[in-house]
């Protein structure tokens, strides 16, 4: 993908996502999590770095922003005029949205990073340069790079017998990020095609809704009507799309459901309902 | 057979011994056959048939990475276990696992693993063989008399505990010390005069509002996982549950408040009295069951009065007060902060008296029955023996102590005199698994298997819902060939003293394996047989027993009034994180790289202070200071939080390990070193949340030195619709919670 094919098909990309994308999407998984659940405990964040083989940078290279957390909990102090923060944290678990019109996509000079049939950003590790165009793009902070070749500190023998085998371990030069655990939708996906059967809901659990102990996050696939996932959706008026679509999906502004940066049309897969707070 | 055995020995040795009521009815043999019970101990993760390459399967087994036993379902592919999740047969944490259980492959798989057992050759510890150790063993605890021998653990349950309790009675000692730093002692020392029982069933989940005093039940507490699932019940039931909580440094549990209120450390009794004194006196709810004293003591708290001492507003206290007698039935909680005060037993008390009053006992706390084994339910500790041990040490009334799954030397104040003592004991034993600090204390090491890797059962302290007991079996072959299973270890030790009972056993799991054929027909169900029994259980990971619940009266106990230190000062509360704990995890990368769930800081110590109390100093954010109480000083950086009160400083427990391993070693402070030695008169637990410190400034900011995560804008959002919070009035509207 030249810098001469985006310029030249930007408004096709964008129209095509604006009217659904390029694909015949099989499935376009998704998440809803409801930040009234979420406690901030890092239960999700450690699992993932168990599930994903994420290195451990330790402290100098966590300074320099070298963290590999690909699902972090960010942590918000609201009510700042107030001697005390009175209704708590905000805690935000964040991860990389999946995004209909991703804008790390069109930017990657080797179309490492693309679009699947699933509705995925996925990233291509063979074929990345490390241009770290695609971080620089993106707006929610979420895609990390190996500046080093982390493997040779992180898993101290025989640390490295936990490693998780359905996945690499990526090398010094790569981009990586959070994949909605590709590996579980690949086992599940192969599992129903060996059946010859369609994918149940709740079948795809990827790792952090699976330890997450309040169950603030619901994975599925917003092509099944009937999954939970695209339930909540529906509830809470929040459409596939981007913004001129979504504006007036949502006919009742009051619900909880909303995407963040919802007004830079970049259509997230993840879907936040909004955090409760009873003042007494 | 060799040994003859009757059957009230048996089941002694089984862990099967009851006050009668579960053995009623079973049929029991008076003598086993052990020989069709011989067989060797097999692996699951051998090659079998039914194990396809490439194909990972999930195994059941016990979570102890801390003591609230969560079950676990471990992946295994070839042989290797890759990845733990909640055991979703399990009620305590319903399928389910906190960071500490997802990091626990980490200590499993740890580089710093002790692999060999070794023993102190003049200075230092060299290896030993197993024979040797075990000799060295006999002739030593055989050559000390009962009373001058003891075993220090951490909380510990199931048939371990049975064999340790029988190891004790073989060697003709009681003395048992059982040390947890994050602990709930106290509480269950309350719940015990008031209720009845040590563990009542919390139900957060019935509760229409729950007020926690320093309760950090979702964060470091007896079960976080189980409190957190109640948690979520409680925020979605219809009508949405309402938290309030007070505290002097928020917690975990405090992040997710409604109302988060800042108390000033020490006064928590007063509010709870000025709360009963509106209940009663204002709100003229009944004050039948409690006694004159109390009465005249509660009716001495005037609202203005608490309101002044406690630094939290009038208008809230009687808010709150209010809102609990609307939200019924509520559940009031007391946490470590309240705990571990000078006078913990009493201002625990005045908090539980709260749910007497609101009518909760019985609604949002349940009885938890008569546990039918005596012998398997857990042994839960506190500080107490943690003083008890350091005195008998100084007093010189240890010849030979075993220390498994504790690190004493690491947790004990300065104060207690701990370290010097450990050097009267003649013959210190660790079975340990890292080279901790009272590891490299001991005189003999022997290596443990890590629990992914040994055989087990445990039961469970906090089961809010039915009563299990938990299987623990190891998921893979041992990583070191030199390690051994906690129950063997203690068996080789039972067969040292007691050779013709428990000389038949050939290894723990032939132990266990009798031990489940054992267990009562009412136990076993309708098991085929004991084949069909023992597979199931494995299987699930879990054994359902008859908790025998019954309806829970409460009692008023008459308590202290509370003495408020009106001193002008700072009090340091040493704050137990989701994670470190209280430092047993500081040598997992993991927990050391995740962020602390508040201050967002990592792989190091800090100390908390609310801004306008450091700009009172001249202190500013990321300065460096020195924290010092009467007992010594620790040096560190600060991070201004305003989730503090004014009073208060913190500093995380987890850090400051002068050995551990390499993730561990050399990293921040400990702040349990510079805690006074002051105890609650009526339990003897620690008060550890009591130590006035003066902070100095010693250094300035330097960004470098404290690591953060995303900090940036003063942790604003800066308008930016990244949480959304919406008024619960709205959500009532289109959601109708």
Request: with cysteine.
């Amino acid at each position: 993908m030249s810098l001469d094919n985006i310029l030249n098909h930007w408004s096709d990309y964008r129209k095509g996502s604006e009217e659904g994308g390029h694909h015949d999407y099989e499935h376009r998984w998704a998440m809803a999590i409801n930040l009234d659940l979420c406690i901030g405990c890092n239960a999700c964040s450690t699992a993932c770095y168990a599930e994903n083989n994420l290195a451990v940078v330790g402290k100098e290279r966590f300074e320099k922003g070298q963290a590999m957390h690909w699902m972090r909990i960010e942590r918000y102090w609201d009510q700042q005029e107030l001697e005390h923060p009175e209704q708590g944290a905000s805690f935000l678990p964040m991860m990389c949205q999946q995004c209909g019109a991703a804008t790390c996509e069109p930017v990657c000079p080797v179309a490492a990073t693309y679009h699947t049939p699933d509705g995925l950003n996925a990233q291509v590790y063979n074929r990345c340069i490390g241009s770290r165009y695609c971080s620089n793009n993106c707006p929610f902070r979420v895609r990390y790079f190996n500046f080093y070749s982390y493997y040779e500190s992180a898993w101290p023998e025989p640390m490295e017998q936990q490693l998780n085998p359905d996945i690499s371990v990526r090398d010094k030069g790569v981009m990586e990020k959070c994949t909605f655990c590709v590996q579980r939708i690949r086992t599940v996906k192969d599992k129903a095609f060996m059946e010859d059967r369609p994918v149940q809901d709740g079948e795809v659990v990827p790792a952090c809704a699976q330890a997450c102990p309040t169950s603030a996050i619901v994975f599925g696939d917003t092509m099944d009507e009937g999954s939970m996932v695209s339930k909540l959706w529906k509830k809470h008026q929040v459409e596939r799309g981007v913004y001129q679509k979504t504006r007036h999906a949502k006919k009742n502004a009051d619900l909880r459901g909303y995407r963040i940066f919802e007004d830079l049309n970049v259509d997230p897969s993840v879907m936040y309902l909004e955090r409760v707070r009873e003042d007494i | 057979m060799s040994g003859k055995m009757n059957r009230r020995n048996f089941l002694k040795v089984m862990g099967w011994s009851s006050a009668g009521v579960a053995l009623t009815g079973c049929d029991m043999p008076t003598t086993i056959t052990l020989e069709e019970g011989k067989e060797d101990v097999v692996s699951y993760v051998m090659p079998e048939e039914y194990v396809i390459p490439g194909v990972g399967v999930w195994y059941a087994s016990t979570c102890t990475q801390c003591a609230a036993g969560c079950g676990i379902h471990g992946r295994v592919r070839e042989g290797r276990v890759l990845k733990l999740e909640g055991n979703p047969d399990t009620a305590v944490n319903n399928g389910k696992l906190c960071m500490m259980g997802q990091a626990g492959v980490q200590g499993h798989y740890n580089p710093d693993r002790i692999t060999a057992p070794m023993v102190r050759n003049g200075g230092s510890l060299t290896p030993i063989s197993w024979h040797k150790a075990l000799a060295m063993l006999e002739e030593k605890l055989g050559a000390t008399s009962g009373d001058r021998f003891a075993w220090f653990t951490g909380t510990i349950s199931g048939h371990q505990s049975v064999l340790l309790a029988n190891h004790l009675d073989a060697m003709g000692s009681t003395n048992h010390y059982v040390h947890e730093v994050v602990n709930n002692a106290v509480s269950r020392a309350v719940n015990q005069d008031m209720l009845g029982e040590a563990n009542p069933r919390l139900r957060l989940d019935k509760a229409k509002m729950i007020v926690s005093f320093g309760a950090d039940f979702m964060g470091a507490s007896q079960s976080p996982v189980q409190y957190a699932g109640q948690y979520a019940k409680f925020r979605t039931n219809k009508a949405r549950g309402l938290l309030v909580q007070i505290e002097p440094k928020m917690s975990l549990t405090g992040g997710s408040a409604d109302l988060w209120l800042a108390i000033k450390p020490g006064t928590e009794a007063v509010l709870a009295l000025g709360m009963a004194n509106l209940l009663l006196n204002k709100i003229k709810v009944s004050d039948a069951g409690i006694p004159a004293d109390v009465r005249t003591l509660i009716n001495s708290y005037d609202i203005t009065k608490v309101a002044q001492t406690t630094g939290v507003a009038g208008h809230r206290i009687q808010r709150v007060t209010q809102l609990l007698t609307e939200r019924s039935p509520s559940l009031v909680l007391a946490g470590a902060s309240v705990e571990g005060q000078a006078q913990g037993y009493a201002a625990t008390a005045a908090i539980m008296m709260l749910n007497h009053i609101l009518g909760n006992v019985g609604k949002t706390i349940e009885s938890a029955g008569e546990f039918p084994f005596p012998q398997l339910m857990a042994r839960q500790g506190g500080t107490a023996d943690l003083v008890a041990f350091a005195e008998a040490a100084k007093a010189k009334k240890l010849e030979a102590v075993i220390f498994h799954g504790s690190n004493p030397v690491y947790t004990a104040p300065k104060s207690l005199g701990l370290t010097e003592a450990m050097s009267n004991i003649g013959f210190k034993v660790a079975i340990s698994q890292f080279p901790d600090e009272t590891t490299m204390a001991a005189d003999l090491v022997l290596p443990v298997d890590s629990y992914l890797e040994d055989w087990g059962t445990q039961v469970p302290a906090d089961q809010s819902e039915g009563t299990a007991i938990h299987v623990q079996q190891p998921l893979m072959e041992k990583l070191n060939a030199e390690t051994k299973g906690l129950g063997d270890i203690l068996l080789s030790l039972l067969k040292q003293r007691k050779k013709d009972e428990y000389g038949q056993f050939e290894d723990y799991y032939a132990y266990l394996r009798h031990a489940f054929a054992a267990m009562p027909t009412s136990v076993k169900g309708d098991a085929k047989n004991d084949e069909a029994f023992w597979n199931a259980a494995l299987q699930t990971g879990v054994i359902k027993v008859n908790g025998n619940a019954k309806d829970l009266q409460s009692t008023v106990v008459s308590f202290a009034a509370p003495v408020v230190d009106d001193s002008t000062g700072l009090t340091l509360v040493p704050s137990p994180r989701l994670g470190l704990f209280d430092g047993r995890h500081a040598n997992l990368p993991w927990l050391q790289e995740a962020p602390d769930q508040i201050s967002k800081v990592v792989w190091d110590s800090w100390v908390e202070m609310h801004p306008a109390t450091a700009a009172k100093m001249g202190i500013g954010n990321l300065d460096l200071v020195k924290v010092s109480s009467a007992q010594g000083s620790v040096t560190l950086r600060v991070v201004l939080l305003k989730g503090m009160h004014a009073d208060a400083v913190a500093i995380p427990l987890g850090q400051g390990h002068e050995a551990y391993g390499r993730y561990a070693k050399g990293l921040g402070v400990n702040p349990l070193q510079i805690l006074d030695a002051t105890t609650d008169s009526k339990t003897g637990e620690l008060a550890m949340y009591s130590t006035r410190v003066t902070v100095k400034r010693v250094g300035p900011a330097d960004s470098l030195s404290l690591v953060r995560m995303g900090t940036g804008a003063g942790d604003s959002q800066v308008g930016r619709k990244l949480v959304g919070t919406v008024p619960v009035e709205q959500v009532r509207r289109t959601e109708g919670t």
